[in-house]
């Protein structure tokens, strides 16, 4: 069995302390698809300091000879495409097709951050003297650290990673305990485009040692986190003293609305696709649909015909629809919430159930699961579950849908489906999130435009879009008189 180092000073070497941990497919958990260090904070104490000497010179190239090492390894993100995404595969479960998806998406976002480096360095602006310059820049903070979640190892790397490398700033990326192996594909990308050492680093392990090193290492100036709400809020608490500034990307329970006057095949579908696409471990997942009483009953057919047309199955299997959960400390937070949601009142119409013989026996795979009868009080329509867990709810009206939607403490995303143009921009105006859509999945995301939550859904500069660049970067003013 391979044993995988980390990635300090451009050369990869072992833990500190020699320690090491199997990582498991989670379609089959007898399969160790790689052993991976164990990290320390001495590990991390390297990284960091790898990064901070080599920061004066990377800072002091030109953003345009940064961004060639960087477009090299684009090229390289485009040609090793396949093979990437089956260690994404391997080590998260999320089907080929959904792996093939999000590399494609990472590919779009490095793309636009490139190029949003290149055209938007600072600003010039009128002075109000006459004779006088005056303009902005931006300027790199340090070291940065990115601590990458496991549901999107390969895509948020490059969300995050990318601005801050063309800003100018050094790197330390902690991937997620789960899956090292395609944060470790990420880092080979920029090592055989030539990026100089100590400019990109890589740590493994555990977040409470190898996360918990980093985000209190008083070198590093920004951390940037997508991961659970409990660690968001525990990174926010353990950086105060420093000053460090932080980007923070946490939970979701996002709501999709069917007004009554919805084109209802489409929300059902869209539904459908968002609550268990990738097992239903986006951030974004449609995780409560909220029907008018209306046309509940209408639209729960419409809902079950696309969910009997899942198949769970080993994601590297080409005709599987819905891969593994990742890992078994997931399986069981899910299975335990779902008997929360049973031992509530809660009305199973589909799933419910861990799959567990013949080509399961050895996986993480539960059933799509569907809740009727959910109340906002209860559990599973309060909680992230993050899994393949929809919660169906139905209200009266309009207004009581904009209140259930808006009840829960997470403000991600959500998505209205309805024909009422007035309805719709009420939705738009009044939904409590960083991201909404009208007729569209709760999970739909572009480059161009910045992706962050509100209430303990997000924190700080939101990343991606034109903010991607701001939040690793400082402004500087600068005033220019002429002589007399």
């Known amino acids: 069995m391979d044993i995988h180092n980390n990635f300090i000073n451009g050369r990869w070497v072992p833990s500190v302390e020699g320690k090491t941990y199997p990582q498991k497919n989670p379609a089959d958990l007898t399969i160790v698809t790689g052993i991976w260090q164990e990290s320390g904070v001495k590990d991390v104490k390297n990284a960091v300091d790898s990064a901070q000497q080599a920061f004066k010179n990377w800072s002091s190239l030109t953003i345009y000879k940064r961004a060639e090492y960087l477009k090299v390894a684009l090229t390289l993100m485009r040609e090793r495409a396949n093979k990437i995404a089956e260690i994404l595969t391997a080590e998260n479960g999320k089907t080929l097709a959904e792996s093939k998806t999000e590399i ?9 951050q490139i190029n949003e480096g290149l055209y938007r360095p600072g600003e010039v602006v009128p002075s109000a003297q006459e004779g006088v310059m005056a303009y902005s820049i931006r300027r790199p903070l340090g070291v940065v650290g990115v601590i ?22 050094t790197c330390v990326l902690k991937p997620a305990y789960l899956t090292p192996g395609t944060g470790a594909a990420f880092v080979r990308l920029f090592e055989d485009a030539g990026l100089p050492e100590g400019v990109l680093n890589f740590v493994t392990g555990n977040g409470s040692v190898a996360g918990n090193a980093l985000v ?14 409990n660690v968001g809020m525990g990174i926010q608490k353990a950086v105060a003293e420093n000053l460090v500034r932080t980007q923070l990307e946490m939970g979701g329970k996002n709501a999709m609305v069917v007004l009554s006057d919805a084109a ?23 995780s409560r649909v909220i029907v008018e009483q209306s046309v509940l009953e209408e639209f729960l057919s419409m809902l079950m015909e696309n969910v009997k047309k899942i198949r769970v199955g080993n994601g590297a299997v080409s005709n599987a629809g819905m891969g593994p959960v990742c890992g078994e400390a997931q399986l069981k937070s899910i299975l335990e919430d779902i008997e929360k949601g049973k031992s509530e009142g809660a009305k199973i119409l589909h799933g419910g159930n861990r799959l567990e013989t013949g080509d399961y026996k050895n996986g993480c795979f539960i059933e799509p699961t569907i809740f009727t009868e959910v109340t906002p009080d209860m559990h599973i329509a309060r909680e992230e579950i ?4 929809l919660s169906v709810m139905a209200v009266a009206d309009f207004e009581q849908a904009i209140a259930v939607a808006n009840s829960v403490k997470y403000g991600l995303s959500s998505s209205i489906f309805t024909n009422d143009l007035q309805k719709a921009h009420m939705f738009i105006e009044q939904t409590d999130v960083g991201m909404t859509h009208v007729n569209m999945s709760t999970a739909y995301k572009e480059p161009q435009l910045s992706f962050g939550g509100v209430k303990l859904s997000g924190f700080g500069i939101p990343e991606a879009g034109h903010t991607g660049i701001e939040f690793f970067t400082e402004h500087k003013v600068i005033y220019i008189k002429n002589n007399p």
Do not use: H, Y
């Open 104 to 112: 494609n998406s990472a590919i779009k976002e490095m793309d636009f």
């Open 148 to 169: 990458a979640p496991w549901n999107f190892p390969f895509n948020v790397p490059a969300r995050k990673c990318v601005p801050a490398l063309i800003s100018g700033n």
């Open 216 to 229: 209190t290492s008083p070198k590093v100036k920004a951390i940037s986190f997508t991961g659970s709400t």
């Open 264 to 286: 209802l095949k489409k929300a059902a579908k869209e539904a459908s696709r968002a609550a268990f696409a990738c097992s239903g471990q986006w951030c974004t997942s449609t």
């Open 386 to 389: 993050f899994g393949p867990v």
